[in-house]
């Protein structure tokens, strides 16, 4: 019934040369409903809309023989904009804060569909009125793209409830403003229209972007809509700017409809614009009261940090869990308060931080000063950006991973020694191995010890695997005192051993060993029982190059400690 009363109302007063009505409001009521609507609603809405177009074709406009073809041109029209703005914005609220819902909206209704719908309405105008096809075609264009700009998203509040819901949570100060702003507006529109000697229509915008800013879109649109009514029927009436156009009626009507399109444009985006940002300082607020609550009561440090790395804000946590006052860190350079080992790990996770804002960087860090059992802090670094996406700073996260790291270390130390002899086990005593080869590379000389107990078997054999056990670590302890702090030994498996001696050649190599063997066979090793063990061991020496690799080296310490082991025992061979 609506669409029924403001067809027949646009085909009554605005057909002025016979043909397409000028204005056309129905089809902003269509689209309006099928954009609130589900896709199950669309055909009963599309053929209730249908059969109205068709009666009022057929009893004000063309005729009988136009009610058909136009009423489906007009449901089309309608349609295509549905459609393409479910596709391309899908969820969206056309008068919500985004803006690509409007965008969308505008697009489709200005190109495609008018465009195409405008085509068909034309060819049949044309076939049953006088009034040419471009004619025709720049009569329906002007009518539907701009009655939808101006009245569709007005009735897409109104049908959604936005109206509603602005009264209900508005409070009676923001609704007096409301009635006041449009109210002085219409009066201002009505002396424009009506009684000013000059065309002074751009006076119009100014309180149209004021009513946006202090109503909002709800405002914006209904600010539109009255520039609409009263500028239509002073222009009908012969009164406005627009009379003075010289020209039919309507033509002053498209001028009309024109300027109307443009102040749409203007106003509408701007209250898109400030809806955005109003909810966005909403979330912003609701944003820092949560950091405000986490900062100020957390466990863990919150710092703010500049992108040039000073201290702009430090959580009250920091004299409690890291012993730093806030005063003594506002104004500093964070980097100040890192051990210089760590300092440069820091420094490059802020950089990567402020390279990647929306990466989160975590580096672990000895602080400067140590606080009683501090000695390791974790930090969460991750960049704040303007709303440009130009970072600006960083937030960081400090916590207290002192803990953590000795278990951490312990767990280390424990897989890197052999839990029976304490010596490196094989995979550590592999790594340093490694490390020195390259350093050889670099012209450092160093030599590998390959050893292994003589007639261990026998041991285990006679005594048992438990005094075979200690045998092995008394051999390891016999052995230490013949190393220097810069050598390792470790264990490779059962009874054979290694020793990385640093810094030495062959020759000073080999002495080492017969020192070692002497402090092994120099003494008996007592055991509990009373009984006392005689050890002995067989060794391959390998001087180390960087021209070969870790593999080779341990084959060729191998052979030779297989030539010493069968060269009588108790010896030290050379590899080839």
């Not at 609701?286 to 992108?307: K, P, T």
């Not at 080992?341 to 000895?366: C, K, M, N, Y």
């Not at 006392?532 to 060794?539: G, R």
Request: a neutral charge.
């Amino acid at each position: 019934m609506a669409y029924f009363l403001l067809a027949a109302l646009a085909l009554l007063v605005s057909r002025f040369e016979g043909g397409l009505a000028y204005i056309w409001l129905a089809n902003a009521l269509l689209m309006a409903e099928l954009q609130r609507s589900g896709l199950r609603r669309w055909p009963g809405i599309l053929l209730c809309c249908a059969i109205a177009s068709m009666l009022s074709t057929a009893l004000f406009g063309m005729g009988l023989a136009a009610a058909v073809p136009m009423a489906l041109i007009n449901m089309a029209e309608a349609l295509i904009v549905a459609l393409l703005c479910r596709h391309f914005a899908p969820g969206r609220d056309l008068t919500g804060a985004s803006k690509r819902p409007l965008v969308v909206f505008v697009l489709a209704l200005s190109l495609p569909a008018n465009i195409i719908t405008g085509l068909a309405a034309a060819y049949v105008a044309s076939s049953l009125t006088p009034v040419s096809f471009g004619a025709s075609w720049l009569q329906w264009y002007s009518g539907h793209v701009l009655g939808g700009l101006i009245f569709a998203p007005m009735l897409i509040m109104l049908c959604q409830g936005d109206a509603a819901r602005w009264l209900r949570e508005s409070s009676r100060r923001s609704k007096a403003e409301a009635v006041a702003l449009l109210g002085i507006f219409a009066l201002f529109t009505a002396f424009i229209f009506y009684f000013a000697r000059y065309p002074m229509l751009f006076a119009l915008l100014l309180p149209m972007v004021a009513i946006a800013f202090r109503i909002g879109y709800l405002g914006a649109a209904a600010s539109v809509v009255v520039l609409a009514i009263i500028g239509g029927m002073a222009t009908m009436t012969g009164y406005g700017p627009f009379h003075m156009v010289s020209g039919s009626m309507g033509e002053r009507i498209q001028f009309l409809q024109l300027f109307l399109a443009f102040s749409f444009l203007l106003i509408i985006p701007i209250a898109a614009e400030l809806a955005q940002r109003r909810r966005l300082f909403q979330l912003l607020q609701e944003s820092e009261a949560r950091y405000r609550a986490i900062a100020e009561h957390s466990g863990d440090v919150v710092l703010n940090v500049s992108v040039d790395g000073v201290i702009q804000y430090a959580s009250p946590s920091a004299a409690e869990q890291l012993g730093w006052e806030q005063g003594m860190l506002i104004g500093r350079d964070a980097a100040d308060f890192v051990d210089p080992l760590d300092r440069g790990e820091v420094l490059r996770s802020h950089r990567r931080a402020l390279a990647h804002p929306g990466d989160v960087q975590t580096v672990e860090f000895r602080p400067l000063p140590a606080t009683g059992d501090l000695n390791w802090c974790e930090m969460v670094i991750r960049a704040v950006v303007d709303e440009r996406g130009v970072p600006t700073g960083v937030i960081s996260a400090i916590r207290d991973v002192s803990r953590h790291k000795a278990r951490q270390n312990a767990l280390q130390r424990a897989a890197s020694t052999d839990s029976l002899t304490g010596a490196d086990s094989r995979r550590a005593f592999m790594d340093k191995l490694e490390d020195e080869l390259r350093r050889t590379a670099n012209g450092e000389r160093s030599c590998l010890l390959l050893v292994d107990i003589d007639h261990f078997k026998s041991v285990n054999d006679r005594y048992g695997h438990v005094i075979g056990d200690k045998v092995l670590s008394n051999f390891v302890a016999r052995l230490r005192p013949g190393l220097r702090g810069m050598d390792s030994i470790g264990r490779l498996g059962g009874e054979e051993f290694a020793v990385l001696l640093v810094g030495v050649d062959v020759h000073r190599a080999s002495l080492i060993c017969e020192r070692l063997r002497d402090l092994v066979s120099g003494q008996p090793m007592r055991m509990d029982t009373g009984e006392s063990i005689s050890i002995t061991f067989s060794a391959g020496l390998v001087e180390l190059s960087g021209a070969v690799s870790t593999t080779e080296l341990l084959e060729a310490a191998d052979k030779a400690l297989y030539r010493a082991k069968h060269g009588g025992r108790n010896c030290l061979r050379l590899a080839a």
